[in-house]
């Protein structure tokens, strides 16, 4: 009788003490697979981020992710991922990861749509997207987070940035082109020639299917042809 009078306390205690064993399971587990809290990533010095560009095929169908300039101490590695919507409002994603081991660069096509069998399915009337890329210690925790949205233009005189700030208007309006406008998170060739530490608005890219034609961007500076900054 006086068993069953401390057993529902015993089932408690017990229940309790299962709840604690599964949390601290869950949480070496994470530790384990490299699973962190974003909100740790270091604030990266604007001359010390690395430059992303996806530049559009000649048909709009692939973007050729391209990231220079990794010079994040302690990378290993590198994550990315490529977001687009649809026109019925689906949102697709490319996810990669990268090996950064002695390397400060690396390049790689994405496919806007899929693939099976060696049978490609594009994606159709795709016009915006993100790309967000981390960058991770050997043992995955997150050093660097950068994002930007890009937006994808054809046969248009105005090629603006998702977020309204930066417009580059050609000179006359191309034929049977893609153009790609995002952020870049930083500049280019920084030890070679005199850029700011720091920048007001962008920087900006441009980047075509084939030679970038020509155009202005006014209250813009430029660097390397086609990134804009102020």
Do not use: C
């Not at 919507?85 to 899929?114: A, I, M, N, W, Y």
């Not at 991770?136 to 987070?145: E, V």
């Amino acid at each position: 009788m006086g068993f069953k009078k401390y057993l529902p306390l015993l089932l408690l205690g017990i229940g309790v003490l299962v709840l604690i064993l599964v949390f601290v399971f869950i949480k070496n587990f994470s530790k384990e697979k490299g699973v962190v809290d974003e909100e740790v990533a270091i604030e990266i010095a604007f001359k010390d981020r690395p430059v992303a560009s996806l530049t559009p095929s000649e048909d709009g169908h692939w973007l050729n992710l391209k990231v220079d300039k990794i010079k994040v101490a302690k990378s290993s590695s590198l994550d990315y991922e490529l977001l687009y919507t649809l026109p019925d409002g689906r949102t697709q994603g490319v996810p990669g990861t990268v090996d950064l081991k002695g390397k400060t660069s690396f390049e790689r096509k994405l496919l806007l749509g899929s693939e099976s069998s060696g049978k490609f399915r594009y994606d159709e009337g795709v016009k915006e997207g993100s790309l967000t890329v981390r960058i991770r210690d050997s043992k995955g925790k997150l050093l660097a987070k950068f994002s930007t949205k890009w937006h994808l233009q054809s046969n248009e005189t105005d090629l603006t940035s998702v977020d309204g700030n930066f417009k580059y208007t050609l000179t006359g309006k191309p034929k049977g082109m893609f153009f790609v406008t995002m952020e870049t998170f930083g500049l280019p060739s920084y030890e070679e020639t005199d850029l700011p530490a720091s920048v007001e608005s962008g920087p900006y890219g441009v980047f075509s299917s084939s030679e970038l034609p020509a155009g202005e961007a006014p209250g813009w500076q430029i660097t390397s042809g086609n990134i804009f900054y102020k």
